[in-house]
């Protein structure tokens, strides 16, 4: 069974930054496409950015120039480093894989920021 294990969310004040991390079991973790979601109170969960088996990423609008999305495949891990972070960004932060039919997420990681 593939597990998603994502770290590295807590409490940071605005203009701060924080780094995510997902760690993947199994052995394929190469051909995923690997994307961080978010999900606010109240608010439906939404693409925060993804990166694709080339390595091609795409962000949203809200984030870009902020956040940056990668991948070690030799580590099974992606990561997400946010900088010049906003209340609004306040959220828990989902990793999610997919390939082919495979749709599997991480249990999340709470982001807030606060002064």
């Known amino acids: 069974q593939v597990q998603l294990v994502e770290s590295g969310g807590g409490l940071v004040q605005p203009g701060g930054s924080l780094r995510l991390s997902c760690v993947v079991s199994?052995?394929?973790?190469?051909?995923?496409?690997m994307g961080w979601y978010r999900q606010a109170p109240g608010k439906r969960r939404e693409l925060v950015a993804s990166i694709s088996s080339l390595g091609d990423t795409i962000s949203a609008d809200s984030v870009k120039g902020r956040f940056t999305i990668s991948r070690d495949n030799a580590k099974n891990t992606v990561s997400l480093q946010m900088n010049s972070l906003k209340p609004e960004d306040t959220a828990v932060y989902y990793c999610?894989?997919?390939?082919?039919?495979?749709?599997?997420w991480g249990q999340g990681t709470q982001v807030t920021v606060s002064s």
């Open positions: 999610n894989a997919k390939y082919l039919s495979f749709d599997n």
């Open positions: 199994g052995s394929i973790f190469s051909m995923y496409t």
